[in-house]
């Protein structure tokens, strides 16, 4: 059992009303975990603090060079008040696969759900519960040396922050169009697309600009090598339901391995639906599009849960998908997944994890 210390606030915030809708990732709970790393000494002074500014040198090599990992999950209240974490093992596993790539010293996983379990506790009364809400956890490792040289840093932070949330996108359930992004790339194999870094979501954020100007919600990336094979949105993962089977692009180091996309492929299999992770190029979904073989187009993410998309655009190919409505298929995976994540449903063993 990790040994934490509580310094409870002595001014906690006001809380959002129960009515509130709220949006996703601005208002912040009353406290946070941080631990401190030192070579020699590895992880230590586990800590829950009220929620406050940090202090850190300008120098700190977070700031020139990058060197942080972020995680994101989600906490639940379910009807019977019992504090339900979504898989929280997958998150924990692939923030250590970000730490390993982005040489940052791994973090004991149970240590790590230590962490999780004792911060949410704390705050459990800033878990929202009308529905479409959540308790967005946000835990991430920053590099904490002063030094402008570049080598990995030898000091550390892990933080964990909390975000009573609404729906990613203000569209909320409602369908989302996106734009596919043949300009820009945002992680190529060998590089640290797999990762769960900042560096990802800034190499994003000019190709977004431009899709947001042209009325899209989201950029769907291509592949950086051919820039013809489909790879995810940044955001989210992508899902394409062709001639009656679900398909993703295949894992292949550039892409995010989403514990939400597992969520798919698994309740996939277990409903024996037809469902494929593989190479998806572009043209292939441009004639999918053009035949009316291309039935459903969904995203899935911690943020984004399942968010479906209703129009694709590549150039000044526009493709609509199927009526413009949330389809069936995505409909009962965002119901299924909302479901466990809220107690509701039973879940294969292991995705709800108790506070
Ligand atoms: C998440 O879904 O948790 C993410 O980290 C995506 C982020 C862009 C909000």
């Keep these: 059992m990790l040994d934490i210390r509580v310094e409870k606030t002595t001014n906690p915030k006001m809380k959002p009303a129960e009515d509130d809708p709220l949006t996703f990732g601005t208002i912040f709970t009353d406290h946070m975990f941080v631990m401190d790393y030192e070579e020699g000494k590895g992880w230590h002074d586990a800590r829950i603090v009220p929620f406050q500014d940090l202090k850190l040198s300008p120098a700190a090599m977070v700031f020139h060079y990058g060197q942080e990992m972020f995680e994101g999950l989600k906490a639940y209240r379910s009807k019977d008040g019992r504090v339900l974490l979504f898989r929280p093992d997958k998150n924990i596993e692939r923030g250590n696969n970000s730490n390993d790539r982005l040489c940052i010293p791994r973090i004991d996983p149970d240590d790590f759900l230590d962490a999780l379990k004792a911060v949410v506790k704390i705050d459990a009364d800033w878990i929202p519960t009308r529905p479409g809400t959540s308790l967005y956890i946000r835990p991430f490792v920053i590099a904490t040396d002063p030094f402008l040289g570049v080598r990995p840093s030898h000091t550390y932070q892990f933080i964990i922050i909390m975000s009573p949330s609404g729906p990613y996108y203000p569209e909320g359930l409602d369908p989302v169009k996106i734009w596919i992004e043949d300009e820009y790339v945002r992680a190529v194999r060998g590089g640290i697309g797999y990762a769960k870094t900042g560096g990802n979501y800034c190499a994003s954020l000019k190709s977004q600009v431009k899709a947001h100007d042209a009325g899209y919600s989201q950029v769907l990336w291509l592949d950086g090598v051919e820039r013809k094979y489909i790879e995810e949105v940044g955001a989210m993962n992508i899902f394409f339901k062709i001639n009656g089977t679900v398909v993703t692009p295949m894992l292949n180091g550039s892409i995010l391995p989403g514990v939400t996309r597992d969520s798919v492929l ?45 129009e694709l655009r590549f150039g000044d190919d526009v493709m609509k998908i199927g009526d413009g409505n949330i389809g069936p298929v995505s409909q009962k995976l965002y119901d299924t997944i909302t479901g466990i994540q809220l107690g509701e449903i039973e879940g294969p063993a292991g995705w709800s994890v108790e506070v």
């Design 266 to 310: 698994a309740l996939c299999k277990l409903w024996g639906m037809p469902a494929e992770e593989r190479k998806i190029s572009v043209d292939e979904l441009e004639e999918a599009a053009r035949s009316g073989a291309l039935e459903e187009v969904f995203g899935s993410g911690t943020a984004a849960v399942i968010s479906p998309v209703n």
